[in-house]
């Protein structure tokens, strides 16, 4: 097996996720007492979510650019990176590494795509939902219409990520709030939803919506232990 380096702590609420379903994922595929060869590092939320409150995306970049050499270094050999949002400054991060990084939103396409859906809804981070590093990534390179909520319903998405569920609170009120946000979208026409922020796994499943649901933390350590178990002639690109 492949070592994989997983850039966290953007929620640690959401990284302990990808490290349960990675071993997980792993004892499934090879059975016994098999878990997942893992280098984690685990950076400082507050400094990141300053940076994206400032609109300091080169610094935040810089950063976490800094955190996948050392990963590197340690002797991972693939980087993923367990958040969406951050993945807004993935350009900075692949810049100069030597090992793939696994992107969330191509692992994700390619599922939605797999399953002949066109029209998709997005939840996520205010940035993911409004800016186009994401949401323009679907359209662009894999053909998708992708569908975000309102604008009063993106700021009580954005607010319960923030306030609630990086800070390991899942209130059942707020999961009403998003079963009756993701009824709106399926209404508009989405085909199924994006849960598009790496903590919304904590708060609602596949139960909550009437159409398929496409979570990016889970589909993200799929893709991460497909290439950590997968021949060495195998490659990912960013």
């Known amino acids: 097996m492949k070592w994989i380096g997983l850039i966290g702590g953007m929620s640690w609420e959401s990284s302990a996720e990808y490290y349960r ?36 995306w080169d610094s935040a970049g ?3 650019a ?11 050999e693939c980087i993923v990176l367990c ?6 400054v993935s350009a900075a991060i692949t810049a ?28 996520g981070t205010r940035y993911t939902m409004e800016q186009d ?15 975000v909520p309102e604008a009063a319903e993106r700021t009580e998405v954005n607010r319960i990520i923030y306030d609630e569920l990086c800070m390991g609170v899942i209130d059942p009120h707020s999961r009403a709030t998003y079963q009756t946000i993701m ?27 009437t159409v398929p649901v496409f979570d990016t933390t889970r589909i993200h350590a799929e ?3 497909a290439y950590a178990l997968a021949a060495p002639t195998t490659t990912q690109t960013s």
């Open 21 to 56: 379903f990675i071993n997980q994922l792993v004892r499934d595929a090879r059975g016994g007492l098999h878990s997942a060869p893992i280098i984690l590092a685990s950076v400082d939320f507050a400094q990141i979510e300053a940076y994206q409150h400032n609109g300091d």
């Open 62 to 64: 810089k950063l976490l």
């Open 66 to 76: 800094q955190v996948a050499q050392r990963l590197v270094a340690a002797g991972a």
């Open 83 to 88: 958040t969406n949002t951050m993945h807004k």
């Open 96 to 123: 100069d590494l030597p090992v793939p990084f696994i992107h969330i939103a191509d692992a994700t396409a390619e599922r939605i795509v797999a399953a002949d859906i066109s029209t998709v809804a997005l939840l």
């Open 133 to 147: 590093f994401y949401k323009g990534r679907l359209e662009a390179h894999y053909g998708l219409t992708v569908l």
């Open 183 to 209: 009824a709106n979208l399926v209404a508009r026409g989405a085909q199924a939803v994006i849960l598009g922020c790496t903590e919304i796994t904590l708060l609602v499943s596949h139960a909550d919506v």
């Open 223 to 225: 893709a991460a232990v």
